[in-house]
């Protein structure tokens, strides 16, 4: 089992900025990839980026340009850096970690959620 505690959500405004980590113990090394997924009320949960254990990426079309996600390994915490946030990033982002390569994500476990809301 692998545990996940996310943190650094909040409330923002339009085109501000905000910091999610999220922090990995238990079984580790039986994966190899995490992600943030964001689910908004009424929509389908969305994976918005991945990162695998040699550091290559992908992130859904909506958010290029604006988020980064990274991962220090040492300290087995993953970070999604959200930048020029709009009212439609608007959700609760959902740390996982699974297995992956550069162009797939097959999540695994699952963290508890963190509520990001951009509003004015």
């Known amino acids: 089992q692998v545990q996940l505690v996310e943190s650094g959500g909040g409330l923002v405004q339009p085109g501000g900025s905000l910091r999610l980590s999220c922090a990995a113990s238990g079984s580790i090394f039986s994966i190899n990839a995490m992600a943030w997924y964001r689910q908004a009320p009424g929509k389908q949960r969305e994976l918005v980026a991945h990162?695998?254990?040699?550091?290559?990426?992908s992130y859904v079309d909506s958010v290029k340009g604006r988020f980064t996600i990274t991962r220090d390994n040492a300290k087995n915490t993953v970070y999604l850096q959200m930048n020029s946030l709009k009212p439609e990033d608007t959700a609760v982002y959902l740390c996982n970690a699974g297995s992956g390569g550069t162009y797939y994500f097959t999540p695994k476990y699952w963290g508890q959620g963190t509520q990001v809301t951009v509003s004015s």
């Open positions: 990162i695998t254990s040699s550091g290559a990426t």
